[in-house]
């Protein structure tokens, strides 16, 4: 059972629509991270939210973190074929696990691959 | 550049052959972290050190497994008597925690990684 579930998996969409992935947990976690990845290389960090309803922009990209820190969303305005990738999200804990808060590892969603048409 | 860099990139061995992996971290970063992803899943944390102190580790390293980050800069990750459940990417990352509000959001940067193919 993974402990953060993104959805959805897969997303295949044409250039111009939007879209939005969502990372849901029945856990709490201190801090969010969203990252994307290429194939063959390591993620790379595109937003961090710790506050909860924390609501972060980056370009075409907006971010949210759920009031009671447990769920995330990103979503994409008008993609572009360069958005094409996996998107990851990451929480740092949980912190309501048995053996008490983890501030270190972070654990991952299963990713969701999104590939945008020209 | 500046970034997390790994050593090396790929790796192709024979099971039972034993490979260490390299990472070196962004400069100022006192805590390094090493994670496996296999084909179609997010990366799954396997051990962090905070400078040379490894302070946490997963279930996921087994005795064959072993990190270390003697000075506190660079950190290597072995894997002895290796098998083809091992093939896999592995990656590192590295952040730098000075405060407790740091501590919270706690921003890793990952490196290339370095796929190793056990035959």
């Known amino acids: 059972t993974q402990l953060l579930e993104q959805s959805p998996q897969f997303l295949s969409i044409q250039e111009g629509e939007n879209l939005t992935v969502y990372c849901n947990s029945s856990?709490?976690?201190?801090?969010l991270q969203w990252y994307r990845q290429e194939p063959g290389e390591g993620p790379v960090l595109l937003v961090t939210?710790?506050?909860?309803?924390e609501v972060k922009k980056l370009k075409r990209l907006t971010f949210q973190f759920g009031d009671a820190r447990k769920d995330s969303s990103l979503h994409i305005t008008a993609a572009q074929p360069g958005d094409t990738g996996l998107y990851l999200c990451?929480?740092?804990?949980?912190?309501?696990?048995?053996?008490?808060?983890?501030?270190?590892?972070?654990?991952f969603g299963q990713g969701t691959i999104l590939t945008v048409h020209p | 550049d500046t970034g997390v860099s790994q050593d090396p990139r790929h790796k192709i061995t024979k099971r039972g052959q034993n490979v260490t992996f390299r990472c070196d971290p962004i400069s100022e970063h006192n805590r390094l972290y090493w994670y496996r992803q296999t084909l179609g899943q997010g990366p799954e944390f396997l051990t962090y050190?905070?400078?040379?102190?490894?302070?946490?580790k997963s279930r996921l390293l087994s005795d064959r497994f072993s990190a270390e980050r003697p000075k506190g800069s660079f950190s290597t990750l072995e894997i002895q008597r290796t098998e083809q459940g091992d093939s896999a990417m592995y990656l590192c990352a590295s952040s730098l925690i000075t405060s407790g509000w740091g501590l919270m959001k706690n921003e890793q940067f990952f490196g290339p990684g370095t796929r190793l193919t056990v035959l």
């Open positions: 856990s709490v976690f201190s801090s």
């Open positions: 050190f905070q400078n040379e102190a490894q302070l946490e």
């Open positions: 990451a929480g740092q804990g949980p912190m309501d696990k048995p053996g008490g808060t983890s501030y270190g590892k972070l654990t």
């Open positions: 939210v710790v506050t909860g309803g």
